[in-house]
């Protein structure tokens, strides 16, 4: 789904009664946003309620509260992804959001943080992972997001989360993959690098970028750069000078129009008839050591449609930054690599995906820091949790791990065919 992928998207349900929608998982927000039926008019194509993942319709929920921090109106501006020129607004209540599809056994919690838009920036709505409170009026005035409601009602063991995006070229396709309070081994091939959360709070998720590499060796980056890791957005913003070497090396053409790197058939057959494989070498500030992550050219190989482009044209998700606050790894990167954000001890892990067809789940809690030894949030939360799975429909499904009272939710949602 979306309109510049395909994404694997989720499932939640939003209202009472329930309404299902489909969103993407953001790692750079802490709320829930649904499309307003609004957001399709009659001149947009007859798929557009599908491709942006269904409509929430707050005028049909008898849970919908406004939120009436502003005595003057409930739409706010978004904010989010505001430093890349992304805008809209949101009209903003509160409501019921079960993860999942009703009756699947996904937590429900009342009356949560939700922003209707119809803006197009944000072409799909977004599930936020980010355990940060919002504030409408007055920092004095917190409202808890949804990642920490579940941890104030002991729902999760610890306010963290991994994540992965899935992508349609491995394995016949795979499944984006969620876990809330904890992470499943079978998706990563572990390292002992572990990164510190960044001095910016709207920029915890900073790595140092060392390197950018293709098979050949042929280097696509002059030199080191401290980079954003962000799933909201799909591209990859690096340097012009960086992306010049990314020209150059792939024979990409800047499209002005769309500002995007538009592919046409003759190059999208020689790129991926070279099939070159491009590798992201990550390190922090502190450490000498690094972690490979490979990217191969089917992760660069995706569609861009409506509303950005007339018609559905291949693109390679690279991106001119502005500058050095633009420089971020977007969706594109989370495809092949698997990350495990802990934010109780303010640490997170990059891995490469494991692509192993066989591979059972395992699923470890991440216990709270007084309930574990030691820092590393991988090797020293190893609680394993029994799994229960249960169906979400013929379009995916959703597994629940239940022990005493922590709950770990990881949702997997099947790339509709195309």
């Not at 001149?43 to 491709?51: A, F, K, N, V, Y």
């Not at 089917?298 to 569609?303: C, E, M, N, V």
């Amino acid at each position: 789904e979306g309109n510049d992928g395909p994404w694997s998207s989720f499932t939640i349900e939003i209202g009472t009664p329930s309404q299902s929608v489909n969103v993407l998982v953001s790692t750079a927000s802490y709320q829930t946003w649904g499309i307003d039926p609004k957001g399709c008019t009659s001149t947009d194509p007859s798929t557009c309620s599908t491709s942006r993942g269904r409509f929430y319709n707050n005028t049909a929920s008898t849970s919908w509260i406004p939120n009436k921090s502003n005595i003057t109106t409930t739409i706010y501006d978004l904010e989010l992804e505001s430093n890349l020129g992304y805008s809209g607004k949101g009209r903003y209540g509160f409501d019921d959001i079960t993860l999942g599809y009703l009756g699947s056994g996904g937590p429900s919690l009342g009356n949560q943080t939700v922003a209707i838009i119809a803006a197009k920036d944000f072409y799909m709505g977004l599930f936020g992972v980010k355990p940060q409170a919002s504030n409408f009026t007055s920092l004095t005035d917190p409202i808890l997001s949804f990642m920490e409601n579940l941890r104030t009602q002991n729902m999760i063991p610890s306010l963290s989360w991994a994540y992965t995006a899935g992508n349609k070229y491995r394995l016949n396709e795979v499944y984006g993959s969620l876990v809330l309070g904890g992470y499943d081994t079978s998706r990563f091939n572990p390292n002992n690098l572990t990164f510190n959360f960044g001095p910016q709070y709207d920029r915890e998720l900073l790595v140092k970028l060392n390197k950018i590499t293709t098979d050949d060796g042929t280097s696509l980056l002059q030199q080191p750069i401290s980079t954003f890791l962000d799933s909201t957005v799909p591209y990859i913003y690096l340097p012009e000078a960086a992306c010049a070497m990314f020209e150059s090396t792939f024979g990409l053409t800047w499209d002005s129009n769309t500002q995007l790197y538009l592919l046409t058939d003759a190059q999208h057959t020689s790129l991926k008839s070279q099939n070159p494989k491009i590798t992201f070498t990550l390190g922090t500030l502190t450490s000498l050591q690094t972690v490979d992550i490979m990217l191969p050219y089917s992760a660069f190989d995706l569609t861009v449609s409506y509303p950005i482009a007339a018609n559905a044209t291949r693109y390679f998700p690279l991106k001119r930054a502005n500058d050095s606050s633009q420089y971020t790894l977007g969706r594109a990167f989370f495809q092949e690599a698997y990350v495990i954000a802990d934010y109780e001890r303010r640490n997170f892990s990059v891995s490469q995906c494991k692509w192993d067809a066989s591979a059972q789940q395992d699923i470890v809690a991440i216990l709270p820091p007084s309930n574990s030894v030691g820092e590393n949030t991988k090797t020293k939360s190893a609680h394993h949790l029994p799994l229960v799975a249960i169906a979400a429909g013929a379009s995916g499904l959703v597994l629940l791990a239940l022990a005493l009272v922590a709950l770990l939710i990881i949702l997997r949602r099947r790339r509709k065919a195309k």
